[in-house]
C-alpha cells in the first residue's frame, strides 16, 4: 500500500488491445483507379505551382515523378488495408502492390546517378572547354572609336534612380504601380537605351487592374539620361508581375511543357511593342558527344512573347533586334571552364598552365545592332592585372579574346577614385572604350548619394594614367591631352570634336523667356522673334548658361535628332551668335540626379 494504492506484484500484466483489422476499399481495379486519380490530383496541383519541366535534362523532372510515386503509393497504403509493421513490412507491400511505381523510382535514379557520372567535368573537360568557340581579335583595329556623346553614361543604379523618380511623376500611375527591377540594356534605333516594365503595386493592386495590363514601361536613355515613359494603347497582360494563366513562367510551360528555360529578358522591337524573350535551354554536343544528362547546357535559339497578346513563336535564330539571348552568366561560366579545362582538368589543379578566368564583375558593350559582354581575363595566380579581355555577341555567341596586359577593373577604379579622395567618390564598374586607339576604363564617379558627379578614364595600359572631367568631354579632352603627353598618340588625335554627329540646330533671335521649376529644376522656355508659341524648351541642369540668357540675345539652340516633341524642342545646348564667348558649342554636361531649386547652383562654367 503506497498513499492509497494497492499494487499486487504477482498479477497478470493486463492484454494488449487488438487493433482492428483495416479493410480494403472495394475491387482491385476500384483501388488502382482511386490511387491513380489522386495521384494524378496531386501531380497536376504540383505542375500547376511548381512548373517543372517534363523534360530528362532537368533536375526538378525527376522530383516530380518522384512525388507523383511517393503519392501513389502512400494512397496505396490506405485503400489496401496494410497491415505490416517495420521498414521490411512496408518494403515488401511496395514491391509488390506497387510495382510500377517501384520500378519507375529505381530506373529514375539509375538513370540520375549514371546521367551525374557521364556529366562529371573529371571524365568530360575536354568536352566542357569546347563549349564557347572563341576567336583573337585586335582590338585597334576591330574595336571602333566611340564619340564622347554616344558614350552610355549611366550605370544600372543610375538607371533605377531615374526610372523611379520618373514614375513618381505620373500622378496617374504612381498609387498603383511600381517600377520592375528588370533595366534590360538594350540597341534600340542606335542608341543605348535601358528598358523596363511596370509591376503591380500588390496583390490587391493587381486585382483591381488586371483587366487593363500593365499600362507603360519606360525607356532610360543611357547618353543623355532622358526616361521615356511609353504608354501602351493595350496593357501588357503577360508578365511576371501577373498571377494564375497570365503568369508569364506559366504561360511559358503549359505552351512548352518540355522546353528548359533561361530567365526571361524585357526587350522592344524596333517598332516599341513589348517582349519577352525566353532563351531555350538545351545540352550541348561538344565534339559530337552529349555531356551526360545534367552538364554542358547551352541556349539554343528563343521563344518570343508578345508581352501584350500572349502570342509567342519559337525562333531558332531570333530576329536582328534581339538583343539578349545568351546571359552574361553563361558566357562567363563557358568562358571559365576553356581558361581552366583546355590542357585539361588535372592540369587546372596541378602546374595551371595556361590557367586563365575571367574577373570579377562584367558589363555591356554596343557594337553595330548588338549588345556584347564584356569582362576580363587574369591568370589565375591571383594577381592585379589582366591578360586580356573578351567581348561576347549576346545575340549569336559570337566570342572574341583580345590580348591587351593592363590593369584589372577594380585596380582602375581604385586609381580612378584616388583622384577625388578628397571628395570621397566611388567609382562604378568600367566600361572598355577605344579612345585614340588606346583601350580605356570609363567609369562615372558617384557620391553618397549615387548621383553621378564627374567621370573617370584610366588607361589599360598604363593605369597611373587618369584623366577626370566634370562632364564626358571635359573627361575624355583631359584624357588625350594626358595620353599626348606620354607620347601614346599623335598630335592629331590629341582633341576632339566637340559638335556631336546627331545634333541639328536652330536660330533665333529671343522675344520671350518663361521659367517654371519642375520637379525642383528650373525649366527655360523661349520664343523667337516672328513666332506666337514658345518653341524651345531647356532644363538647367542639362544647358548651363540657359539662366544668363537674355530677351533680345541671337542664339543657336542645339538639341539632338528624335527630341522633338510636338510642342517644343528640347534644346541641348545653346550658343550665343553676337559674338560673345560666353558659350560653346554642344558639350555634354553632367546631369545631376538630384533635385536643385538653384540652376544657378548647379550650372556648370561655360568657356
Not at 27 to 53: D, E
Not at 584 to 592: L, Q
Request: aromatic letters at 12%; one cysteine or more.
Amino acid at each position: 500500500d503506497a498513499g492509497g494504492f494497492q499494487f499486487d506484484p504477482n498479477a497478470a500484466p493486463k492484454p494488449k488491445r487488438e487493433r482492428k483489422p483495416r479493410k480494403s476499399i472495394g475491387s482491385k481495379g476500384g483501388r488502382i483507379a482511386v490511387n491513380t486519380l489522386v495521384t494524378l490530383l496531386v501531380g497536376a496541383v504540383f505542375f500547376y505551382v511548381q512548373m517543372p519541366a517534363i523534360n530528362l535534362h532537368a533536375e526538378e523532372f525527376y522530383g516530380f515523378v518522384l512525388l507523383l510515386c511517393v503519392t501513389y503509393c502512400i494512397c496505396a497504403l490506405f485503400t489496401s488495408g496494410f497491415q505490416g509493421t517495420g521498414a521490411k513490412g512496408y518494403f515488401t507491400f511496395v514491391k509488390k502492390q506497387c510495382t510500377v511505381p517501384f520500378f519507375v523510382v529505381a530506373a529514375l535514379i539509375v538513370t540520375a546517378l549514371v546521367g551525374a557520372l557521364t556529366s562529371w567535368v573529371v571524365l568530360r573537360a575536354k568536352d566542357y572547354q569546347a563549349l564557347l568557340p572563341i576567336d583573337s581579335g585586335s582590338f585597334a583595329s576591330e574595336i571602333e572609336e566611340v564619340s564622347y556623346d554616344r558614350i552610355p553614361m549611366l550605370d544600372r543604379d543610375s538607371a533605377e534612380k531615374l526610372g523611379d523618380r520618373k514614375l513618381g511623376e505620373l500622378a496617374d500611375m504612381v498609387s498603383q504601380f511600381e517600377v520592375a527591377e528588370n533595366y534590360t540594356q538594350i540597341n534600340y534605333h542606335g542608341r543605348p537605351v535601358r528598358v523596363t516594365p511596370l509591376r503591380y503595386g500588390d496583390i490587391i493592386k493587381w486585382f483591381n487592374n488586371r483587366s487593363e495590363g500593365l499600362p507603360a514601361y519606360l525607356i532610360i536613355d543611357m547618353v543623355t539620361q532622358n526616361v521615356e515613359v511609353v504608354r501602351l494603347d493595350e496593357g501588357m497582360k503577360y508578365t511576371t508581375a501577373e498571377h494564375f494563366s497570365r503568369n508569364l513562367y506559366r504561360h511559358l510551360r503549359f505552351a512548352y511543357p518540355t522546353y528548359m528555360f533561361e530567365e526571361p529578358v524585357f526587350e522592344i522591337n524596333e517598332d516599341g511593342t513589348p517582349y519577352w524573350v525566353c532563351a531555350k535551354k538545351v545540352v550541348v554536343r561538344a565534339a559530337e558527344k552529349t555531356i551526360g544528362l545534367f552538364g554542358g547546357t547551352d541556349n539554343h535559339g528563343a521563344v518570343l512573347v508578345n508581352a501584350i497578346t500572349g502570342e509567342s513563336e519559337y525562333y531558332e535564330e531570333p530576329p536582328a533586334w534581339v538583343d539578349h539571348v545568351y546571359s552574361a552568366e553563361l558566357i562567363i561560366e563557358q568562358y571559365d571552364y576553356y581558361g581552366q579545362y583546355h590542357n585539361g582538368f588535372w592540369n587546372s589543379i596541378f602546374g595551371q598552365r595556361d590557367v586563365t578566368v575571367t574577373t570579377d564583375g562584367y558589363n555591356y558593350l554596343a557594337e553595330g545592332d548588338d549588345v556584347y559582354l564584356y569582362t576580363g581575363v587574369t591568370s589565375v595566380g591571383g594577381d592585379e592585372s589582366n591578360i586580356g579581355f573578351l567581348l561576347s555577341n549576346q545575340r549569336t555567341k559570337e566570342t572574341k579574346y583580345y590580348p591587351c596586359a593592363g590593369a584589372t577593373e577594380y585596380s582602375a577604379m581604385d586609381s580612378a577614385e584616388g583622384q577625388v579622395q578628397n571628395l570621397r567618390y566611388n567609382a562604378t564598374f568600367p566600361l572598355l572604350l577605344n579612345i585614340a586607339e588606346q583601350p580605356t576604363y570609363f567609369m562615372a564617379l558617384k557620391d553618397a548619394s549615387e548621383l553621378v558627379k564627374m567621370y573617370a578614364m584610366v588607361n589599360v595600359n598604363q593605369y597611373q594614367i587618369v584623366a577626370i572631367g566634370a562632364t564626358v568631354a571635359d573627361c575624355e579632352a583631359n584624357y588625350r591631352q594626358m595620353l599626348l603627353k606620354n607620347n601614346l598618340i599623335s598630335d592629331d588625335q590629341g582633341s576632339i570634336d566637340v559638335t556631336p554627329s546627331d545634333y541639328k540646330s536652330v536660330e533665333g533671335t529671343i522675344a520671350e523667356i518663361r521659367t517654371a521649376v519642375v520637379d525642383g529644376n528650373s525649366i527655360y522656355f523661349l520664343r523667337f522673334d516672328g513666332e506666337s508659341a514658345f518653341s524651345v524648351r531647356m532644363s538647367a541642369a542639362e544647358v548651363a548658361y540657359a539662366p544668363l540668357l537674355n530677351v533680345g540675345d541671337r542664339v543657336c539652340v542645339y538639341y539632338r535628332d528624335g527630341y522633338v516633341t510636338e510642342n517644343w524642342i528640347e534644346a541641348s545646348d545653346v550658343e550665343l551668335l553676337d559674338g560673345s564667348a560666353q558659350s560653346a558649342p554642344p558639350v555634354e554636361t553632367s546631369v545631376s540626379t538630384e533635385d536643385s531649386a538653384d540652376p544657378v547652383e548647379n550650372a556648370q562654367e561655360m568657356p
